[in-house]
Nanobody
Framework: QLQLVESGGGLVQPGGSLRLSCATS????????IGWFRQAPGKEREGVST????????YYTDSVKGRFTMSRDAAQNTVYLQMNSLKPEDTGLYYC????????????????????WGQGTQVTVSS
């Protein structure tokens, strides 16, 4: 059974850092895309970053470029999101998601491109 388990969220002051982890299991293909998404109260879920399994290529939404870095440890079946220079507007429930379709790479930051989701980890940026 495919599982995605996020961890690493918490409360941090503006300007601080957090590293989120997404532990994966049960994947049935070596070709996949994993994305990080977030959802703030009263707002729609938005794509933050993605990574491709074949070439490790990453893609970021404009608001996090230069601050967030997505990476993967294939041996540990884990994907990470290093978040630096955090801002209050980064607050939200952060999810990782996975999909095995080629078409996911066409719209990698669209939540509808992903079939498998974790339960989320809360990130709160506040002084």
């Amino acid at each position: 059974q495919l599982q995605l388990v996020e961890s690493g969220g918490g409360l941090v002051q503006p300007g601080g850092s957090l590293r989120l982890s997404c532990a994966t299991s049960g994947f049935t293909s070596d070709y996949y895309t994993i994305g990080w998404f977030r959802q703030a109260p009263g707002k729609e879920r938005e794509g933050v970053s993605t990574i491709g399994s074949d070439d490790g290529s990453t893609y970021y939404t404009d608001s996090v470029k230069g601050r967030f870095t997505m990476s993967r440890d294939a041996a540990q079946n884990t994907v990470y999101l290093q978040m630096n220079s955090l801002k209050p507007e980064d607050t939200g429930l952060y999810y990782c998601a996975a999909d095995f379709r080629v078409m996911t790479r066409m719209y990698p930051l669209e939540p509808s491109s992903y079939d498998y989701w974790g339960q989320g980890t809360q990130v709160t940026v506040s002084s």
